[in-house]
């Protein structure tokens, strides 16, 4: 997926900062508020972060380690995606994915190309943890 807003939601000034009537979160947002004024104004955002960073900061395991989520189950090994065309296996923590590589693969040193990170899953963890927005972006379910 190549969605910068996707990509960069966590590090947008809107999201970490959603804008309140009068500062206040207990007033409702008007009708299309969200639509009209919110969504474009996190596109935009994004759009001018994408043009600073050219690797989005949560698809990379030290992007997740420095948001402190490497022991959230946002990692998957590489190795097990690229030989199958769909990739079901549910996110793991990054030692648990160590550990895989090691057991399952036989991998004696780990490398960081050998680990994938599942930007959806770290999307989903920030929202959980750090959103005073109520968002729709990502289906919390997970």
Request: hydrophobic share 35%; charged share 20%; aromatic share 10%.
């Amino acid at each position: 997926m190549n969605d910068h807003l996707v990509q960069y939601l966590p590090y947008c000034r809107s999201f970490r900062n959603p804008p309140f009537h009068k500062g206040d979160p207990t007033i409702l947002w008007e009708d299309n508020f969200l639509e009209n004024i919110l969504i474009p104004t996190l596109c935009n955002e994004a759009a001018m972060i994408a043009q600073i960073h050219k690797v989005p900061p949560i698809t990379t395991s030290s992007g997740v380690f420095k948001l402190s989520l490497s022991n959230r189950r946002v990692f998957q090994c590489k190795l097990c995606a690229e030989g199958r065309a769909g990739n079901d296996k549910k996110p793991l923590d990054y030692k648990s994915v160590q550990s895989h590589l090691q057991t399952s693969h036989k991998v004696k040193k780990v490398e960081e190309r050998m680990i994938m990170v599942d930007y959806l899953a770290v999307g989903k963890n920030l929202l959980k943890i750090d959103s005073h927005l109520v968002c729709f972006f990502f289906p919390l379910n997970g």
